[in-house]
């Protein structure tokens, strides 16, 4: 009983309850990752910083041994150490730089883990901070919301709950109605002209062809992949390690596993040496001391597995990126996306197919399909039906009432970028349909398909 009730309250947590428009590989990054990163950044600040990082041992040349001993640990931590075999270190002081031939060994990067764990935290965070503000931006409202209220709508019943699915109609209603009236007329920018044919082929992200959200969510999602190949060539760059180890990663669970230890590698070295400048009468002489790294036990384990981490999550958002092309750029798959649903509901299973057709390209569009798909992944696919019938039923009730008006409110599917441009330098709206166009007329061609992408 107590084991259940801790579970209620856990799952109750708002990290754990959060639902958005996100799909696994987004909370991969900005929920999972950053969690992890930070975690492991407190334990090696706290080791760092309060602990014991780095111990040190030189003999008692000068000083009480108390005092030596904490003047090198802090010497040696803040000054860094060399990666070399202590029998290998050997320090001529009779040279004038008798260190210059161990600089390329020099450890210095264990100091500065914790800053770049928040930083790569800060860079896997960064792109979900971008597409909140870019989608409440264009769309005018929290589109985080009505995923939010799609789920809270799962846990409630009754009244409440129509009230919430009506008003998750109401708020979708009114942001497929933004953007779709025609750009003032005149003569048109070469800059205006190029960005409509952007606009008319969706590689430009535009709110009059319902197609905002979804090009800005694919350029995050860009965005996304890029972080994560990046995020592989600073811990390959900021752990200095040579072109040979370029995939690290791989490298290290190799050699660990073929019993190859820091010994016979160099990576991550538990011993190092050190060289202290103690003032003589005439010169500065350095003597040696050997130390030890704790603090890279630590790093050896948070970097192994942040690395395979990050390529797996770079191999999921790559994965996705064709799934959500395909799912917008088809006419054929999102007409069968809403079919399937309209199947669960009496009232709208013989649903014409012309009308289906028209309400999934010229109601819902892009951004339309796109927003339900994602409701169908964070809420479930129950509430999801509903909405889609919510909505259904909204779109044919007004084109019951106003007859035509509806068709002369909602745009047809883009014409070719050339049309386009004619009619808006003529100041003419844009050609608006009654019926769907002969390719467009048999939508069962997509749409009797069986099974769903859900």
């Avoid at 003047?71 to 320090?91: M, Q, Y």
């Avoid at 752990?239 to 180890?245: D, Q």
């Avoid at 166009?437 to 048999?442: H, I, L, P, Q, Y």
């Amino acid at each position: 009983m107590a084991a259940a009730e801790i579970f209620a309250k856990f799952t109750k947590l708002p990290g754990v309850s959060y639902a958005g428009v996100e799909d696994l590989s987004d909370r991969l990054h900005f929920q999972v990752t950053v969690v992890l990163l930070l975690v492991c950044c407190t334990t090696i600040t706290v080791k760092s910083y309060i602990l014991s990082p780095v111990a040190c041992f030189m003999p008692n040349e000068v000083g009480s041994h108390t005092g030596q001993e904490q003047f090198v640990n802090n010497f040696c931590w803040t000054e860094g150490t060399f990666a070399v075999p202590l029998s290998d270190f050997h320090i001529d002081n009779t040279m004038r730089d008798p260190l210059s031939k161990y600089e390329p060994h020099r450890i210095i990067y264990y100091q500065w883990v914790p800053f770049v764990l928040g930083l790569q935290a800060i860079c896997f965070y960064l792109p979900r901070v971008l597409w909140e503000l870019l989608s409440r931006y264009n769309a005018g409202t929290d589109i985080q919301h009505l995923v939010q209220t799609a789920n809270d709508a799962v846990q409630a019943d009754g009244e409440k709950h129509e009230k919430l699915v009506q008003h998750i109609t109401r708020r979708l209603c009114q942001l497929l109605s933004q953007g779709r009236k025609r750009p003032a007329g005149g003569t048109l920018s070469n800059w205006r002209k190029f960005r409509l044919m952007l606009e008319t082929c969706f590689i430009f992200p535009s709110a009059r062809l319902g197609n905002w959200l979804i090009v800005t969510y694919l350029l995050i999602k860009l965005l996304c992949l890029t972080n994560g190949i990046l995020q592989l060539w600073i811990m390959h760059a900021f752990l200095g390690f040579n072109t040979t180890y370029f995939a690290f990663g791989y490298q290290l669970l190799h050699d660990l596993s073929s019993g190859r230890g820091w010994q016979n590698t160099m990576l991550f070295p538990r011993v190092s040496a050190c060289a202290i400048p103690i003032k003589s009468a005439s010169k500065v002489n350095y003597v040696a001391s050997q130390c030890t790294l704790p603090i890279n036990m630590l790093n050896e384990k948070i970097y192994l597995f942040f690395w395979f981490w990050t390529v797996f999550i770079t191999v999921v958002t790559l994965s996705s990126l064709p799934r959500w092309f395909t799912r917008v750029a088809t006419i054929g798959w999102r007409v069968r996306f809403v079919k399937n649903y309209l199947r669960l509901l009496e009232r709208h299973r013989d649903m014409d197919k012309r009308d289906l057709h028209r309400f999934v390209r010229d109601f819902l569009r892009l951004d339309g399909t796109f927003l339900l798909k994602m409701i169908a992944l964070n809420s479930g696919d129950v509430i999801c039906t509903e909405i889609v019938g919510s909505l259904v039923d909204a779109y044919l009730c007004q084109r019951n009432a106003s007859g035509a008006q509806l068709t002369d409110m909602l745009p047809s599917a883009p014409a070719e970028p050339h049309t386009l441009l004619r009619r808006y330098q003529a100041d003419e709206k844009p050609a608006f349909i009654d019926e769907p166009a002969d390719n467009d007329s048999n939508p069962g061609d997509d749409g009797d398909e069986d099974g769903t992408d859900i």
